[in-house]
């Protein structure tokens, strides 16, 4: 495959927002998916090896446009430009068929065998719930990838269609600012989990925990998030926790998660088991920490 550039079809520009910057970023992605099954690729693994040494040799960058009435604002066009990796060495590239991410090894250590539905908040084009499910090896298990980007339950649907005897993701619309979650079973023993998805929302409503465990009689979550500066009182801040708040207001990322958490446990919805902090610094400067919770029962 060889790109300059990835026109994503959108009827007229598009304000920038971490949102609608997925929205175009998951759909480029949906296209190398289709150019990837098209030259052959046997599995979804095969599919994501192409993704994975496109990556690796240069970086999607979004083309933006000045608002027309000089406000600041800035506007996607659809556009998406493979810039060149300098650091990158062609000669060398070989993305691995199947190599699990560990950071999700903390879904999998709560997945027990009552377990009968695992939701992804924020699922994107799918890849985590993919790999649960090639790991976990378990067909009983539903798969709910809940997203609020068109394109990535497209890119969901896609595999579904191309590999119809593996268990299918449902797809359904989420929004986080809107803290509902009918797609949830009200009886099943449900996991849910999200990875770097809740940092997208500035703010998350205040009872976003509170009603995510209402939404099942059985419930635990599990949150793979880069809050762990709002865990930790200012006071006691370290440099890393000083870089981190930065980082996270410059990209207008969440401020509020740990927060809406101590008051889900204030009103008595959830119990936490688990917190790391910090416990995985794959992006430098957006560290991610680990929060574990239970649905509170009396």
Known sequence: MHYKAIKVEITQPIPY???????????????????????????????????????????????????????????????????????????????????????????????????????????????????????????????????????????????????????PIQTVFTDHRLASFPFISSKDKVLVFSCHSLEQVEKLPLDFFVNLADSSEDITGVHIEPFGFQAVPRSAWSDVHHAHNAFIRLKDYNLNMWACLEHAV??????????????SFAQPENPSSVVVWKKRTA
Request: contains cysteine; charged residues 20%; proline residues 5%.
């Open 17 to 167: 927002t971490n949102q609608n910057f997925y929205e175009i970023v998951w759909a480029a992605r949906l296209e190398v998916f289709r150019q990837a099954l098209e030259g052959g690729a046997k599995t979804p693994f095969d599919i994501m090896a192409c993704l994975v040494n496109l990556e690796q040799q240069f970086t999607f960058g979004v083309e933006k446009l000045p608002s027309p009435t000089g406000d600041g604002t800035l506007y996607l066009n659809g556009v998406v430009r493979l810039v060149p990796n300098p650091d990158s060495n062609q000669q060398s590239l070989s993305a691995p068929s199947y190599s699990f991410n560990q950071i999700l090894a903390a879904v999998v250590q709560h997945c027990d065998d009552g377990v009968k539905a695992i939701v992804e908040l924020g699922a994107g084009y799918g890849r985590n719930l993919m790999e649960l499910r090639h790991h976990l090896r378990r067909p009983d298990l539903a798969l709910i990838g809940a997203e609020y980007t068109q394109s990535g339950r497209d890119a969901m649907e896609f595999f579904n269609a191309s590999f119809p005897d593996l268990t």
């Open 266 to 279: 204030r009103e008595q919805a959830i119990t936490i088991t688990g917190v790391a902090l910090n416990a």
